[in-house]
């Protein structure tokens, strides 16, 4: 499906079936999530916002590893792995869910594809969550078969993303809605097409589903998009940040739960499913959180990059939460932030001392997200 490390690391972390097409276009330098190499650097990351929010980027996420359940008991297996009501979830829909633990902890964030009555995929952020859901099955007492697919994603995103897929499918791309997929070919390459993505703007992810056909599939694409303007590029901190959008391991981990971020749309606690974290969650919600996820702008220069750690947060001279994703946003030019604060200082106009790489700074809480509040961008 991908191939091992030939850098001489000494470890086997694999390849996206993309990976020498992104770099023929540029890529400069790569990170690693879900043990593979995932594009980071095209150059000026503000003008891969600008790309983004103007025109349109195409993002190799091969990192997006789907793990697939199939069987006759997969609904109600899937359904066991999340607080999220997916009881009226429909074939060929989608749904972003939090897996979670006996804790209630949030094991990972991922979108849920239900590509048949009995055949789902979660597509996954940067977490082993396949030996975990084959863990989980393992005593259920549910017929499933749980495994890792031939599927390496594409995030096509930005304003002009609907024109390229127009150009790529045909008019009828157009009625895909919002967080639908569809089962579709181009030239022979087996793909699923969904209006999803991770960049708060209109976009669509491009599922391949043979490896084999990557470096073809990239080409194609970019060959249709460059009349519109499509750049390569990789997902903009500045633009997830803006739109409030999380990255598991900074924003979220084990040790999170969903009523501290906000996301209690996402739980639901009076379906029949004894889910995993269950009672964990109806505690949290009957004795309340001690910290909430807040919106912050902070002051001083403007930032050279996004934070690397941790920032801590002072109020009064005490500690009191911790910064846990940070940028310059060249739109808004304001220093925007996403942090974890005590409940009793998560109110609106709270204004705390912030520990910088430059050292300690103002901070202002604020509403998050930063921009299109309504996500209608992505909806439109």
């Known amino acids: 499906m991908t191939h091992a490390d030939d850098f001489g690391f000494g470890t086997q972390i694999r390849k996206s079936p993309y990976f020498d097409a992104t770099v023929r276009w540029g890529a400069q330098g790569f990170s690693v999530y879900?043990?593979?190499?995932?594009?980071?650097?095209?150059?000026?990351?503000?003008?891969?916002?600008?790309?983004?929010?103007?025109?349109?980027?195409?993002?190799?996420?091969?990192?997006?590893?789907?793990?697939?359940?199939?069987?006759?008991d997969a609904a109600r297996f899937v359904q066991m792995l999340t607080p999220r009501d997916l009881s009226k979830m429909a074939v060929g829909q989608c749904k972003y869910v939090l897996i979670t633990n006996a804790?209630?902890?949030?094991?990972?964030?991922?979108?849920?594809?239900?590509?048949?009555?009995?055949?789902?995929?979660?597509?996954?952020?940067?977490?082993?969550?396949?030996?975990?859901?084959q863990g989980v099955a393992v005593h259920s007492g549910m017929d499933v078969t749980i495994r890792e697919p031939d599927v390496s994603p594409l995030q096509l995103q930005g304003p002009k993303s609907g024109e390229i897929m127009r150009a790529l499918f045909g008019d009828e791309i157009?009625?895909?809605?919002?967080?639908?997929?569809?089962?579709?070919?181009l030239d022979g390459i087996p793909l699923i097409v969904s209006r999803t993505g991770w960049s708060s703007e209109l976009g669509y992810e491009i599922y391949l589903r043979d490896a084999a056909w990557g470096d073809a599939l990239w080409e194609r694409i970019m060959t249709a998009g460059l009349p519109f303007g499509l750049k390569p590029g990789h997902?903009?901190?500045?633009?997830?940040?803006?739109?409030?959008?999380?990255?598991?391991?900074?924003?979220?981990?084990?040790?999170?739960?969903?009523?501290?971020?906000?996301?209690?749309r996402l739980v639901n606690l009076d379906i029949e499913t004894?889910?995993?974290?269950?009672?964990?969650?109806?505690?949290?919600?009957?004795?309340?959180?001690s910290r909430k996820q807040v919106g912050l702008i902070i002051g001083g220069e403007p930032l050279k990059g996004p934070n690397t750690r941790f920032w801590q947060i002072n109020h009064g001279g005490a500690f009191v939460g911790k910064v846990t994703s940070a940028v310059y946003s060249p739109r808004l030019q304001q220093n925007i932030a996403l942090a974890m604060v005590d409940i009793a200082h998560a109110e609106l106009g709270t204004e705390f001392e912030v520990f910088t790489q430059s050292g300690a700074t103002r901070a202002t809480v604020v509403q998050r997200p930063f921009y299109d509040p309504k996500k209608q961008l992505a909806v439109a």
């Not at 190499?37 to 025109?55: C, K």
């Not at 157009?174 to 070919?185: A, G, K, Q």
């Open 34 to 72: 879900n043990h593979m190499y995932i594009p980071r650097d095209f150059g000026d990351p503000e003008q891969n916002f600008w790309n983004l929010v103007n025109t349109a980027i195409l993002c190799d996420v091969g990192v997006e590893r789907q793990v697939e359940i199939t069987g006759p």
């Open 103 to 133: 804790q209630g902890g949030i094991l990972n964030d991922p979108i849920c594809l239900r590509l048949a009555e009995d055949h789902f995929w979660l597509s996954l952020a940067d977490s082993d969550i396949l030996l975990w859901a």
């Open 174 to 185: 157009m009625e895909l809605r919002y967080y639908w997929l569809r089962e579709i070919e």
């Open 235 to 264: 997902t903009s901190t500045i633009r997830r940040i803006e739109g409030g959008m999380l990255s598991y391991h900074a924003d979220a981990d084990s040790d999170t739960n969903p009523y501290e971020l906000g996301l209690d």
């Open 274 to 289: 004894d889910f995993i974290g269950k009672f964990a969650l109806q505690r949290i919600r009957d004795t309340g959180i």
